[in-house]
């Protein structure tokens, strides 16, 4: 009796999965696709999930093509590198909606910028672009230096040592930034040894990141039951709990202030100029007049949060292991610094520095090319639509495979030589803005592209004035991964040396 009962179950998730796959099959069927099994999909080829990006890549040289159709499940995703197919869905108005994945964030995220649709998206956008002002970011350079100061004094403790892990001490002080600029509170992520406010946004990433590559846990039903969940309830009690708090602290803050009959102090007691968080700018905003709800408020600052910390870290890393290991260009980017500051290492930097440093942007944008901190990025389509001849069902999730466009040498010559001279104005005409996205592009791009390049900018330059970067002993080459965002599965490793004042 149950063998009955068994062998039609099994015929049943076979069928079904039959059917689903040649409904994907009907409709993309000129789709290169390495082989799907049934139930498992291409999974074979992608035993090692951090190897993904990597792995996509080798299929599409193997068969000679810019998308790829991958069955995984009872889904099928396509993935590209297509510059023409990248610049219609970026550009798209319509096809705005992120892919399957974004939705593993929404407990900590809500309907945060990142992963909100249609109108909300649209009049939220629309109330957070004025907070990036470049007047407003300009404020944070204070933190930027304050909080880079911390991180100094914390490499100074492996000077000498033939090779160590930059990347947790980065992060760290990114998270430090973000706090105090997202919600002007300092949690001393780099001065206590493990803030607990600071291990729940680690938590999270990986948990995000485990489920999503868990298809069982991608069901909702499946994953109440499961202890990944319950740690992902702890974590969020912390951080929605912090945020909640903040939000009721600064709200009753305004309020006395705006009691108060003279204006607020524009300037603290040394005079310099107040510095507003994103949170007192959302406090103050409205949307068709009305002001925000607790939750939206959370939901914006825990995107910040998010999208602001992980992403600058791994590009700082990135960057300096890549200084690290090519002498001529930090050579030059540290020749640029000394026209500007001279031999002083203390010198707090200003914007108009920061505007300066021309040769270290180039630095940072080949840094974002071969290394983007988003990897690939997903939309999905409320409707079918038609490309090139190819109608995509609606509701399947498209990826725009940035790693891989980076790296195509129709576009980048030599693509994994690090040369970033080949962004400088004289080679770099623009004309193919789309081959560039390490920030996106259209209406759903980075918010934060200026914050992050500043932020950037000042922890790059504050290290360099100090330190000279060598590469670590024995030689550490980079294992790349795709987590939620771009890392080094073995560590970014380099060594420091004091810089001499001559
Ligand atoms: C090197 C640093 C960064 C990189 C490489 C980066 C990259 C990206 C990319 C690729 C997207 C588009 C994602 C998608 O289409 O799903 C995006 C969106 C976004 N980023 Fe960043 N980001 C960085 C830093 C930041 C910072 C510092 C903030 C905030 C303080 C931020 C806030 C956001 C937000 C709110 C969105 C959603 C925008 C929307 O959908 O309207 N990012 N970022
Ligand atoms: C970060 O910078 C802010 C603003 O300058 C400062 O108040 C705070 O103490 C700094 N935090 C750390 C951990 O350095
Ligand atoms: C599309 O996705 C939505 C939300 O996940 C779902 O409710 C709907 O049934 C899907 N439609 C199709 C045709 O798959």
Same mark, same amino acid.
């Given at each position: 009796?149950?063998?009955?009962?068994?062998?039609?179950?099994?015929?049943?998730?076979?069928?079904?999965?039959?059917?689903?796959?040649?409904?994907?099959?009907?409709?993309?069927?000129?789709?290169?696709?390495?082989?799907?099994?049934?139930?498992?999909?291409?999974?074979?080829?992608?035993?090692?999930?951090?190897?993904?990006?990597?792995?996509?890549?080798?299929?599409?040289?193997?068969?000679?093509?810019?998308?790829?159709?991958?069955?995984?499940?009872?889904?099928?995703?396509?993935?590209?590198?297509?510059?023409?197919?990248?610049?219609?869905?970026?550009?798209?108005?319509?096809?705005?909606?992120?892919?399957?994945?974004?939705?593993?964030?929404?407990?900590?995220?809500?309907?945060?910028?990142?992963?909100?649709?249609?109108?909300?998206?649209?009049?939220?956008?629309?109330?957070?672009?004025?907070?990036?002002?470049? !007047?407003?970011?300009?404020?944070?350079?204070?933190?930027?230096?304050?909080?880079?100061?911390?991180?100094?004094?914390?490499?100074?403790?492996?000077?000498?040592?033939?090779?160590?892990?930059?990347?947790?001490?980065?992060?760290?002080?990114?998270?430090?930034?973000?706090?105090?600029?997202?919600?002007?509170?300092?949690?001393?992520?780099?001065?206590?040894?493990?803030?607990?406010?600071?291990?729940?946004?680690?938590?999270?990433?990986?948990?995000?990141?485990?489920?999503?590559?868990?298809?069982?846990?991608?069901?909702?039903?499946?994953?109440?039951?499961? @202890?990944?969940?319950?740690?992902?309830?702890?974590?969020?009690?912390?951080?929605?709990?912090?945020?909640?708090?903040?939000?009721?602290?600064?709200?009753?803050?305004?309020?006395?202030?705006?009691?108060?009959?003279?204006?607020?102090?524009?300037?603290?007691?040394?005079?310099?100029?107040?510095?507003?968080?994103?949170?007192?700018?959302?406090?103050?905003?409205?949307?068709?007049?009305?002001?925000?709800?607790?939750?939206?408020?959370?939901?914006?600052?825990?995107?910040?949060?998010?999208?602001?910390?992980?992403?600058?870290?791994?590009?700082?890393?990135?960057?300096?292991?890549?200084?690290?290991? @090519?002498?001529?260009?930090?050579?030059?980017?540290?020749?640029?610094?000394?026209?500007?500051?001279?031999?002083?290492?203390?010198?707090?930097?200003?914007?108009?520095?920061?505007?300066?440093?021309?040769?270290?942007?180039?630095?940072?944008?080949?840094?974002?090319?071969?290394?983007?901190?988003?990897?690939?990025?997903?939309?999905?389509?409320?409707?079918?639509?038609?490309?090139?001849?190819?109608?995509?069902?609606?509701?399947?999730?498209?990826?725009?495979?940035?790693?891989?466009?980076?790296?195509?040498?129709?576009?980048?010559?030599?693509?994994?030589?690090?040369?970033?001279?080949?962004?400088?104005?004289?080679?770099?005409?623009?004309?193919?803005?789309?081959?560039?996205?390490?920030?996106?592009?259209?209406?759903? @791009?980075?918010?934060? !592209?200026?914050?992050?390049?500043?932020?950037?900018?000042?922890?790059?330059?504050?290290?360099?004035?100090?330190?000279?970067?060598?590469?670590?002993?024995?030689?550490?080459?980079?294992?790349?991964?795709?987590?939620?965002?771009?890392?080094?599965? @073995?560590?970014?490793?380099?060594?420091?040396?004091?810089?001499?004042?001559?």
């Amino acid at each position: 009796m149950w063998f009955e009962i068994l062998v039609s179950l099994i015929i049943g998730v076979l069928t079904f999965w039959c059917y689903r796959y040649y409904y994907y099959y009907s409709y993309l069927k000129v789709i290169p696709s390495p082989r799907a099994w049934p139930i498992i999909g291409s999974g074979l080829e992608f035993k090692n999930p951090e190897d993904s990006v990597e792995t996509m890549l080798v299929l599409m040289n193997k068969f000679k093509t810019d998308s790829l159709r991958i069955h995984i499940g009872f889904r099928a995703i396509v993935m590209s590198r297509d510059y023409k197919f990248i610049e219609f869905l970026l550009s798209s108005q319509t096809i705005m909606n992120k892919g399957l994945g974004y939705k593993f964030f929404t407990p900590w995220l809500g309907q945060g910028l990142l992963v909100s649709t249609g109108e909300h998206w649209r009049t939220h956008r629309k109330m957070i672009t004025p907070t990036f002002h470049f !007047q407003i970011l300009e404020q944070f350079i204070d933190v930027f230096h304050s909080n880079g100061t911390i991180l100094i004094d914390k490499l100074r403790k492996h000077l000498g040592e033939s090779s160590f892990d930059v990347f947790p001490y980065i992060t760290l002080c990114a998270l430090d930034i973000i706090c105090e600029t997202a919600m002007g509170i300092s949690i001393n992520a780099q001065l206590e040894e493990h803030s607990e406010y600071a291990t729940c946004v680690s938590n999270m990433g990986r948990i995000i990141q485990t489920r999503g590559f868990n298809p069982f846990l991608h069901y909702d039903s499946i994953y109440k039951h499961s @202890n990944l969940y319950r740690e992902e309830q702890k974590c969020l009690q912390v951080l929605h709990g912090r945020t909640d708090s903040v939000i009721q602290m600064r709200r009753e803050n305004i309020l006395l202030e705006g009691s108060k009959k003279e204006k607020p102090a524009e300037t603290d007691e040394l005079g310099r100029k107040k510095k507003v968080p994103f949170l007192d700018m959302l406090l103050q905003a409205s949307i068709d007049g009305r002001p925000l709800t607790n939750t939206e408020i959370r939901d914006e600052v825990s995107t910040f949060m998010f999208g602001g910390h992980d992403t600058t870290a791994a590009g700082i890393s990135f960057a300096l292991h890549s200084l690290a290991n @090519n002498p001529r260009v930090q050579d030059k980017a540290y020749q640029e610094l000394k026209e500007i500051f001279g031999d002083d290492k203390e010198r707090p930097c200003t914007y108009n520095d920061l505007q300066c440093m021309k040769y270290l942007e180039l630095v940072i944008k080949e840094t974002l090319r071969l290394y983007p901190s988003a990897p690939f990025y997903t939309r999905t389509a409320v409707e079918d639509f038609t490309y090139d001849g190819i109608t995509y069902p609606k509701n399947m999730t498209i990826g725009i495979l940035a790693y891989g466009i980076h790296r195509d040498p129709r576009y980048f010559p030599n693509p994994l030589e690090f040369r970033p001279e080949r962004f400088s104005p004289e080679n770099y005409d623009g004309r193919k803005p789309f081959s560039f996205i390490p920030f996106s592009a259209g209406p759903r @791009n980075c918010v934060g !592209q200026k914050f992050a390049s500043m932020e950037m900018l000042s922890t790059l330059s504050r290290i360099l004035r100090n330190f000279e970067l060598l590469p670590a002993t024995p030689k550490h080459t980079l294992k790349v991964a795709a987590d939620t965002i771009l890392r080094s599965a @073995n560590g970014m490793k380099i060594a420091l040396v004091e810089r001499k004042s001559k």
